[in-house]
């Protein structure tokens, strides 16, 4: 969050973090801004950033850090310390997930240094539990997306019809089951960005637009 504030890019932040071990729960601890305003007043600024009126900003900073951590895969604990009543820490109290309740495709972030059929091998092997050579990937579409947020991705899918060992729920903390649908019958609680990846490989489409303010159909 201090990144941010500082101007640093969010993409040269995770590629600082990309080697570094992952934590199996990210706590943010965090309050109402009125809230942290009065506590800032009382006790005084601790750093540069810190000036009445700058509580609020860090709140939704944090907010946006917690969506981003989430949709990176990591289990979120939202602590609120403005409520008179703290957590247990001894109970497992993980707060939302990425698209919680809803199916996707196996999928993630490149890592530092990967390329892209690396990482669709590797989130196979991760969340699925197969494995697939290199080769037999083929190029499905690519989506251009903006997330309602309004950060922009893209997001390049593959298909194969080969792979090693049955797959599995291998990610049992961060996904609640698998489900074999048909392309043309899609779950109505899969992710959109995801149905509208299946839609433009269906209709033999290379490339497409989703969630942009003015979709302006593209094919190469």
């Not at 539990?129 to 997306?145: K, M, S, W």
Request: aromatic share 8%; net charge negative; charged share 25%.
């Amino acid at each position: 969050m201090l990144q941010s504030r500082d101007g640093v890019p969010l993409d040269y932040v995770r590629q600082l973090n990309a080697l570094a071990l992952r934590p199996d729960l990210a706590v943010l601890v965090t309050a109402y801004p009125g809230i942290l305003e009065d506590r800032l007043r009382a006790r005084g600024a601790h750093y540069r950033f810190e000036h009445d009126g700058s509580s609020r900003v860090e709140a939704g900073m944090y907010d946006d850090l917690a969506d981003v951590l989430a949709e990176d895969g990591f289990p979120i604990w939202r602590v609120d310390t403005g409520d008179d009543a703290w957590p247990d820490p001894a109970v497992p109290a993980p707060g939302p997930g990425y698209a919680d309740d809803l199916y996707c495709l196996p999928s993630g972030h490149l890592e530092l240094g990967e390329t892209i059929v690396d990482c669709a091998v590797r989130e196979a092997r991760e969340e699925v539990g197969v494995a697939i050579d290199p080769t037999d990937l083929r190029p499905a579409t690519v989506v251009h997306y903006l997330s309602p947020e309004g950060r922009p991705r893209l997001g390049v899918f593959f298909a194969t019809d080969r792979w090693h060992g049955e797959p599995y729920n291998a990610e049992p903390a961060k996904c609640g089951g698998l489900a074999w649908p048909r392309v043309d019958e899609l779950l109505d609680n899969t992710v959109p960005y995801t149905a509208a990846g299946v839609e433009l490989y269906r209709s033999g489409v290379s490339i497409g637009l989703h969630g942009w303010p003015e979709l302006v159909g593209a094919t190469a």
